[in-house]
Nanobody, 125 residues
């Protein structure tokens, strides 16, 4: 069983930066892909970014392109989400996800089998 632990959330002013981390553990961690999703209050969970573990190919939602960067550290089994130029509309609980199965798309939350507990990101105006 894979466990995911997120860290790095917090309160920041608009225009500021935060870096989220997601550490994976467990004997069966497959290193296929890791994704970040977010859920704002009263809204559905939405895709933010994903990285394919084998070649670091990355994918972003249009809303965060050019501001967010996803990366990974093989040795630490950890993925990162560097968030710059934050906006109030980025306020949400951010979740990392792993153990992806199914299609070649990375924005489908239902294709990820392991989820972290979530970390709150609040951007003040």
């Amino acid at each position: 069983q894979v466990q995911l632990v997120e860290s790095g959330g917090g309160l920041v002013q608009a225009g500021g930066s935060l870096r989220l981390s997601c550490a994976a553990s467990g004997r069966t961690f497959s290193r296929s892909a890791m994704g970040w999703f977010r859920q704002a209050a009263g809204k559905d969970r939405e895709f933010v970014a994903a990285i394919r573990w084998s070649d670091s190919s990355n994918y972003y939602a249009d809303a965060v392109k050019g501001r967010f960067t996803i990366s990974r550290d093989n040795a630490k089994n950890t993925a990162y989400l560097q968030m710059n130029s934050l906006k109030p509309e980025d306020t949400a609980v951010y979740y990392c996800a792993a153990e992806k199965r199914g299609s070649n798309r990375f924005d489908r939350s239902w294709e990820y089998r392991a989820w972290g507990q979530g970390t709150q990101v609040t951007v003040s105006s």
